[in-house]
């Protein structure tokens, strides 16, 4: 892989229930990853950074996990609300280069 | 504490003229970078600047666009003799210290749409 990928790119879940999303990555010369939540006409803002293979970040009921042996990162949203509903970026510090993917978009329906 | 201010928030020239779009980054950040965002794209890395100095353009086209970040004052990503296909949003966002390489995450304006007549 060379590049960020997101999938999936749209998603659609009921609110209430839970959901996970995945970002791939290179895995050589990996430095950090990045995720990000952002809403419609507002600017990105950062949710976790993760560097170590296995790390596990959570923030209320959102949580993330890294592996950086196979190049990947999931999100999980436990219990969706509608506040929830955004697009969620990964980025990928790698070779001295931030490299974003194109998010995946999470509509709440309610 | 404010936050990245960006500014205008929405621009619109016409072909062949020039646009300046500004960046002021939070207080006590002095790592600024600036991302494109096309329709139905993500977003694409731009240039990297600290104070006076430009640490990576690797993502700026050759022709016609410059940035700079001056000891006072703040980031401008110029655009020279724009075209239509320059039409996009324009983020900035800045960092206490280097996002390459480091931990720490990036805080990011809410961007200049710019489009071209």
């Known amino acids: 892989i060379l590049n960020v990928e997101q999938s999936p790119q749209s998603l659609h879940v009921q609110e209430g229930d839970s959901t996970n999303f995945t970002c791939s990555f290179p895995s050589s010369n990996f430095y950090a990853l990045h995720w990000y939540r952002w809403e419609t006409a507002k600017s990105p803002k950062a949710l976790f950074v993760m560097t170590l293979n296995g790390d596990e970040k ?19 949203i436990k219990g969706s609300q509608p506040e929830d509903s955004a697009t969620y970026l ?3 510090n790698r070779d001295d280069k931030i490299i974003f993917g194109k998010g995946t978009r999470l509509h709440i329906l309610p | 504490n404010a936050g990245v201010m960006q500014n205008p928030r929405h621009l619109v020239r016409r072909r062949g003229q020039e646009a300046r779009l500004r960046c002021s980054p939070m ?38 666009f410059s940035a700079e970040f001056p000891k006072e004052g703040p980031s401008i990503l110029r655009i020279q003799q724009v075209v239509r296909g320059d039409s996009a949003a324009y983020f900035c966002a800045s960092s206490p210290s280097g996002s390459i390489r480091g931990n720490q995450p990036q805080h990011f304006g809410d961007g200049t749409r710019l489009s071209i007549l």
């Open chain 1, 58 to 76: 959570k923030k209320g009921r959102i949580s993330a996990t890294l592996n950086t042996k196979e190049g990947y990162s999931y999100l999980y």
């Open chain 1, 90 to 92: 990964c980025a990928s």
């Open chain 2, 27 to 64: 207080k006590g950040h002095s790592h600024v970078y600036w991302y494109r965002q096309l329709p139905e794209e993500g977003l694409k890395f731009m240039v990297y600047l600290q104070k006076e100095n430009i640490i990576d353009e690797s993502g700026m086209p050759k022709e016609r």
